[in-house]
């Protein structure tokens, strides 16, 4: 150990902030210690405040991990002290302060060995006080993660009888606000209550009401008025249809199945993988499920419950989790993130669970939608592109426009292509009648706008084009979506020939193997 590294060691035991200071101005090598941090926070100092302001300001590195696995935040929240965990958090994040270096920053919920995060530790103090609780959780903390003894913030609250911090933990629990909002018919916020807004038109509530309750011995007739009156589904029935048209369950086996595969899915699938679900979690934050309620944990939950549930396949077939974590990676995670977040603002979280798993069928084919390399979307679309709108297709090549930008409106199945109440409606298709009327969707909306983009001279001016025509149409532009069929059998003969394709391929790599 170099001298000028024991000088400051000592220097901080000492609570010598004085030398600190001088050393780290002179010498500024000594910063990158890796553990200087955890070393001030083992102080018992009046000091430690201001030895930590002096070595955070300086750059030190407040990520790193000690034998424990505990990172400083870990060790902030442990003294349950206000002042040093935000002290932790926003120096470290501050990009604006030039000496901090890229290193410096944190994981909010970085994992020591034990599987707890910072804010299992604030939680488990035996300090009652919750302000660094609900500090942490301001600022991103998960509150549905789960330490190696399966237990989650809220369970370490609850044991301790910390009623205060468990009401900030507790998933079901809606947080408090003095906040007062608007909802449509959507539940979405309506930012202008006092203007009327336009009346939804929607179909009659009773009838739907009576269709929900005899859906499994629903009469053809009774199947043909649905069809008819999909483009007005009222949305006061709309969870139950889903259910019906997926046949999804609630059921307390569903529920336990739910929950179990969180509780595996969040100590199985790695760190990396999980901290990109969070950083993917901020979706419709207008919906009532994530303003009033605890959407964005509800949706980690999902996620992670339905990718670990996802690798599980057959039972026979034990995956470990490199191999399990290998095919996560080739979901699109983004996009799981909105699809699941959609179905929370329709359907409750067991509703939803179980719905995404009927959409695994060959009937939806989910699973090709999420593939990172969407190998089926790839084959189909643009030869049905081809086919149906060639003298768009011929345009819009000639210009150097990229055909693959359509590809990625079945990525997360057109929620960043139109606005949400339209896709809404795009998805009472899809569950009613399943993957292939995304195709007909896309085809039919290319025809819409045929017309402007014939006229136009570059891709860019084609991109903003279509961009700026999705952003305005209103839910009711569903019935010029599907006004005009494509036939069966050409999508059965592009299908058909995807599959002779993989075939093939499969063949001559056998070939190229042996």
């Not at 301790?160 to 009401?167: D, E, R």
């Not at 599980?312 to 095919?327: A, F, H, M, T």
């Not at 768009?392 to 606005?419: C, H, M, Q, R």
Request: net charge neutral; hydrophobic share 40%; glycine share 4%.
């Amino acid at each position: 150990m170099e001298p000028k590294t024991t000088l400051l060691k000592n220097a901080v035991e000492k609570g010598d902030l004085k030398t600190v200071r001088t050393l780290l101005q002179k010498n500024r090598d000594l910063i990158k210690e890796p553990l200087l941090l955890h070393i001030i926070l083992s102080l018992h100092s009046y000091e430690v405040i201001d030895l930590c302001h002096a070595v955070i300001t300086a750059g030190c590195i407040c990520g790193a991990k000690n034998e424990k696995g505990e990172t400083p935040l870990h060790l902030a929240a442990r003294t349950n002290n206000l002042i040093l965990v935000e002290m932790i958090v926003e120096n470290s994040m501050r990009k604006e302060n030039k000496n901090i270096p890229e290193n410096a920053s944190i994981n909010i919920n970085a994992i020591d060995n034990e599987g707890k995060t910072p804010l299992h530790v604030a939680a488990a103090t035996t300090c009652a006080e919750p302000s660094v609780v609900k500090y942490l959780i301001q600022n991103g903390a998960s509150i549905v993660s789960i330490d190696n003894n399966g237990m989650t913030p809220y369970d370490y609250a609850e044991k301790l009888k910390h009623f205060a911090k468990a009401q900030l933990l507790n998933i079901e629990e809606e947080p408090e606000t003095d906040e007062t909002h608007t909802y449509d018919a959507f539940n979405f916020e309506v930012s202008y209550p006092d203007q009327s807004p336009r009346k939804e038109r929607h179909s009659d509530n009773v009838k739907w009401s009576v269709i929900v309750g005899q859906w499994k011995n629903a009469t053809t007739k009774e199947q043909k008025w649905v069809k008819k009156h999909l483009s007005v589904l009222n949305p006061n029935v709309r969870a139950r249809m889903w259910e019906c048209f997926t046949h999804a369950t609630s059921t307390k086996a569903v529920h336990e199945e739910y929950l179990k595969s969180f509780s595996e899915g969040s100590k199985r699938i790695s760190p990396e993988i999980l901290k990109e679900i969070r950083m993917n979690l901020n979706v419709f934050n207008d919906h009532r499920v994530f303003i009033e309620g605890r959407g964005k944990y509800k949706l980690e939950r999902l996620v992670v419950s339905y990718l670990y549930d996802e690798t599980i396949g057959d039972e026979s077939v034990e995956l470990s989790d490199e191999e399990r974590n290998k095919k996560i990676k080739s979901v699109v995670t983004p996009s799981l993130c909105k699809i699941g977040g959609l179905l929370l603002c329709v359907v409750g979280e067991d509703v939803a669970f179980s719905l995404l798993r009927q959409l695994r069928s060959d009937k939806y084919s989910i699973g090709n939608f999420l593939d990172i390399e969407m190998p089926e979307t790839l084959f189909i679309f643009p030869r049905l592109f081809k086919i149906e709108i060639a003298i768009l297709y011929d345009k819009l090549s000639a210009i150097g426009f990229e055909l693959n930008y359509f590809i990625t409106w079945f990525a997360d199945l057109f929620i960043d292509v139109f606005p949400v109440r339209l896709v809404i409606r795009i998805w009472d298709y899809y569950l009613y009648e399943g993957k292939d009327v995304l195709y007909i969707i896309a085809i039919n909306y290319l025809k819409y706008l045929k017309s402007d983009l014939m006229k136009v001279t570059s891709a860019d001016e084609a991109y903003a084009l279509i961009e700026t025509v999705s952003n305005k149409l209103s839910d009711s532009f569903i019935t010029s979506l599907l006004k005009e069929k494509i036939e069966k059998s050409t999508l059965q003969t592009i299908r058909s020939n995807f599959k002779n394709h993989c075939y093939f391929k499969a063949q001559n790599q056998k070939i190229i193997t042996i």
